[in-house]
């Protein structure tokens, strides 16, 4: 089974970036928009697992969730991924409040090689993602809409749990299940 580790928005932060991806979507076929019901913000990508393994990923989800508090975060800003190319293979909207997902993100990474997952080589940059570039072509007008929103406010979300979240692979898109979640203290 494909899976990963995510926090769960809800309808309101949904609503405002489903509202923000239409107005960027010039009805091209060159970028691949994140669909509202898939909206998330992904800490930890595990990739394909045996069932085995989902109760010992459930430890450590457990452990962490105990020992960590609920939070507040802030999705303010656009841009992209490379940052500062004409060339953007993600569009993105930023999050602030990255010191508390920052250190959330390490402890799962640090529990999670210890059952042999391995780090995440690129260093956490706390973002939702709008959409995939799949060709340039006619990306223009999309990427100048982009950048005038790199400072608007999307919306705060109280994160009170974390999700483990299974993707399954469609042809329409990937399906998403929630294997289980923990909540914050």
Same mark, same amino acid.
């Given at each position: 089974?494909? +899976?990963?580790?995510?926090?769960?928005? @809800?309808?309101?932060?949904?609503?405002?970036?489903?509202?923000?991806?239409?107005?960027? @979507?010039?009805?091209?076929?060159?970028?691949?928009?994140?669909?509202?019901?898939?909206?998330?913000?992904?800490?930890?990508?595990?990739?394909?697992?045996?069932?085995?393994?989902?109760?010992?990923?459930?430890?450590?989800?457990?452990?962490?969730?105990?020992?960590?508090?609920?939070?507040?975060?802030?999705?303010?800003?656009?841009?992209?991924?490379?940052?500062?190319?004409?060339?953007?293979?993600?569009?993105?909207?930023?999050?602030?409040?990255?010191?508390?997902?920052?250190?959330?993100?390490?402890?799962?990474?640090?529990?999670?090689?210890?059952?042999?997952?391995?780090?995440?080589?690129?260093?956490?940059?706390?973002? !939702? +993602?709008?959409?995939?570039?799949?060709?340039?072509?006619?990306?223009?007008?999309?990427?100048? !809409?982009?950048?005038?929103?790199? @400072?608007? @406010?999307?919306?705060?979300?109280?994160?009170?749990?974390?999700?483990?979240?299974?993707?399954?692979?469609?042809?329409?898109?990937?399906?998403?299940?929630? !294997?289980?979640?923990?909540? !914050?203290?």
């Amino acid at each position: 089974m494909r +899976t990963f580790i995510a926090i769960n928005l @809800d309808p309101e932060i949904k609503k405002a970036l489903s509202l923000l991806i239409e107005e960027l @979507d010039k009805g091209h076929k060159n970028i691949k928009w994140v669909r509202h019901k898939g909206m998330h913000l992904t800490f930890k990508f595990l990739g394909e697992i045996g069932r085995e393994k989902v109760p010992e990923v459930e430890n450590v989800l457990k452990m962490i969730s105990k020992k960590n508090d609920s939070f507040s975060m802030k999705f303010k800003g656009t841009g992209s991924f490379p940052s500062g190319t004409k060339n953007p293979r993600v569009l993105w909207v930023g999050i602030e409040e990255e010191e508390t997902l920052t250190a959330l993100q390490a402890q799962l990474e640090g529990e999670l090689e210890k059952l042999g997952f391995p780090r995440e080589r690129r260093k956490f940059h706390a973002h !939702l +993602t709008l959409g995939r570039v799949k060709s340039l072509f006619n990306i223009k007008e999309t990427l100048s !809409l982009l950048e005038k929103y790199r @400072d608007r @406010d999307f919306g705060e979300l109280k994160v009170g749990k974390i999700s483990f979240i299974q993707s399954t692979l469609k042809p329409t898109g990937a399906e998403y299940s929630i !294997l289980s979640e923990f909540e !914050l203290k």
